[in-house]
Nanobody, 126 residues
């Protein structure tokens, strides 16, 4: 069973930064396309960023472009989300997800991902 464990969430003031990490168990991490999603209270889970197996392709939601950076370290089985210039509207539970399919693109919807972490809370105060 593949496990994804997020860390790095917390409370930060607007304009601050946080770095989320997601550690993935098993030997197949380099074969997964990885994504970050978030879900604020009362709202649907939304795509934040995705990264291809080799990190050649990266995709961001318009709301985080220029502020967030996704990266991965295949030797450490870990994907990261560096979040800068945080806004109160970035407050949400953040989830990492793994797509094990052979599709080479980056999917932006929940059904496209096979494995999910439990989430880490990010709260941005104004």
């Amino acid at each position: 069973q593949v496990q994804l464990v997020e860390s790095g969430g917390g409370v930060v003031q607007a304009g601050g930064s946080l770095r989320l990490s997601c550690a993935v168990s098993g030997r197949s991490f380099s074969s997964y396309v990885m994504g970050w999603f978030r879900q604020a209270p009362g709202l649907e889970r939304e795509f934040v960023a995705g990264i291809s197996r080799s990190a050649f392709n990266i995709n961001y939601a318009d709301s985080v472009k220029g502020r967030f950076t996704i990266s991965r370290d295949n030797a450490k089985n870990t994907v990261y989300l560096q979040m800068n210039s945080l806004l109160p509207e970035d407050t949400a539970a953040y989830y990492c997800a793994a797509d094990r399919s052979l599709y080479t693109g980056i999917k932006t919807t929940e059904p496209g991902y096979d494995y999910w972490g439990q989430g880490t809370q990010v709260t941005v105060s104004s």
